[in-house]
């Protein structure tokens, strides 16, 4: 039977779905945001068609007018946004944007230092199935067990030990902000460089909530989806350009600034054309973002924060660090008997979506945790403030302390999408 071409009902009806999952349920995935409307039609637009390889004003390709304007304001409203003088807005996420770096300064088998992917790292800075661990060397370090901080003077040392070229900062589960000086410092006695990994709390940093990491950062990347609230996608950026220490070349063998280094990193490095209808959607994100409305969300985005870890410290709850200065926390359910997998599958049953995630010095596999992380980004663009944060950690401590009972996790769930009619998403 021949295949004719309609409408797409299978994936249609699944993007429906998940509209209505997104909307029912309380959103506390810390990488997670709920973009605009304006973003969303940026990114579903017929910029989706144009190939760019290249840079605006410089491509290879015929036609790109248009595109090279859209992907200037991208580039115009980061650096406004940040404060930085320069940017490349092409990496497809937050890996590609570490991926392009790396292979822009470093050589294989290099040696690098980043935060332990255990202890709140990510990925990409180190982690042995990761292209960051396998084309080069790591080593890490932590937090502190007793405090659940990290010592930049033990940093320090392990640089000093280890002599890295780079030096990793950022995380994907650390509540607390860092100390970019003492980092420098520990760079410049090794000769390294200094890269800052702002993913989490870029929106939080572009707004001046929290340390300025491009005064001291000789590179940050950031995605660009979570605090941030764009599209997903990836960022590079430099307060300001320099020339690169290390005598690299570029491809064709021309010693040249970093800024050269990094956008060959990224095309033709990693990646092939760049997704211009992410870049036109980062435009708008960026755009919105430089608004006074924005400012006043990232501040209540951190008021929330606190609200919600003060309601589970008043709850019982043991918060690695105490406590938060950004838009997440990481819970260690051990004193309450739980683990990480166990409360997200409970959880998910009372429409509360939070991931697992490990605790410092866990003793259970990733795929069980002893932790949960949570994170406000997203409960505040819907609109929700400092009391509804107290109100999210009762219904979460009564579905964890009930989590065998599955009449009382639906009843939650019931009272749950009934409040969140009250705030409409989508039009
Ligand atoms: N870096 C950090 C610190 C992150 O938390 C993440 C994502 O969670 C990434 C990089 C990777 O971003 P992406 O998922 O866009 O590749």
Redesign the pocket.
Known sequence: QARVLAPDTAVFDLIKQEKVRQTHGIELIA?ENYVSEQVMRAQGSILTNKYAEGLPGKRYYGGCEIVDQIEQLAIDRAKELFGVAWVNVQPH????A?AAVMLAILNPGDKILGFDLSHGG?L?HGSPVNFSGKLYQPSFYGVEKETGLIDFQKVKETARREKPKLIIC???AYSRDWDYQALREAADEVGALLLA?I??PSGLIAKGLLNNPFQHCHIVTT?THKTLRGP?G?LIMMGQDFENPFGLKTPKGETRMMSALLDSGVFPGTQGGPLEHVIGAKAVAFGEALTDTYADYTRQVVANAQALAGAFVERGYELISGGTDNHLMLIDLRSKGLTGKLAENTLVKADITINKNMVPFDDKSPFVTSGMRIGSAAVTTRGLREPDMVRIVEFIDEALTHNADDARLAKVRGEINEWMQQYPLFS
């Open positions: 990488s996420s937050g890996a590609q570490n990510h990409t950022g995380a994907s990994d993913s989490h995605t997903r990836g």
